[in-house]
């Protein structure tokens, strides 16, 4: 398991083909990468904080989970934080599993509790002002599944 909570870009291309590398016993890797949206095109950039040591250790907590229920044969999870631009990665999980449904499903398990649950605080910052970005009934709700 990896896990990194950093202000700096990461290549995704080198991240995924590093983890796929270094996993042995799988038959699947997952990944997926959240980019800052820009959904109105009027995004200056998202900030992001977080508490260090607090975030990394529920952040591990979650992944541990995902390890232990889908048998994972490994797991990486990056998230940034600082000042992010529109179409910038923000983050990114990759899980290797025997079997893809697991592979897949711990994944969508640690993008969903990152979405919501992760202590991460991220102001939106546009032409009209900033705005702290509240939490969706979307987010929570596929929280349920889990």
Not at 22 to 46: E, K, Q, W, Y
Not at 61 to 76: F, K, N, P, Y
Not at 82 to 109: C, K, N, W, Y
């Amino acid at each position: 398991m990896r896990l990194s909570v950093q202000a700096e870009p990461f290549d995704l291309g080198a991240e995924a083909n590093a983890f796929a590398a270094g996993v042995t016993g799988a038959g699947a890797v997952v990944t997926f990468t959240g980019i800052v949206r820009d959904n109105a095109g009027t995004l200056s950039a998202m900030e992001i904080e977080h508490y260090p040591g607090m975030t990394e250790r529920a952040i591990a907590a979650i992944t541990e989970q995902a390890i232990a229920r889908w048998s994972l044969a490994d797991a990486l999870v990056i998230h940034r934080y600082g000042r992010l631009a529109g179409g910038e990665p923000i983050m990114m999980v990759a899980t290797a599993a025997s079997h893809r449904a697991d592979a897949f499903d711990a994944a969508e398990f640690l993008m969903d509790y990152l979405k919501s649950r992760a202590p991460f605080w991220k102001k939106e910052i546009g032409a009209d002002g900033a705005e702290w970005v509240a939490a969706k009934d979307t987010d929570e709700a596929a929280l349920t599944r889990w």
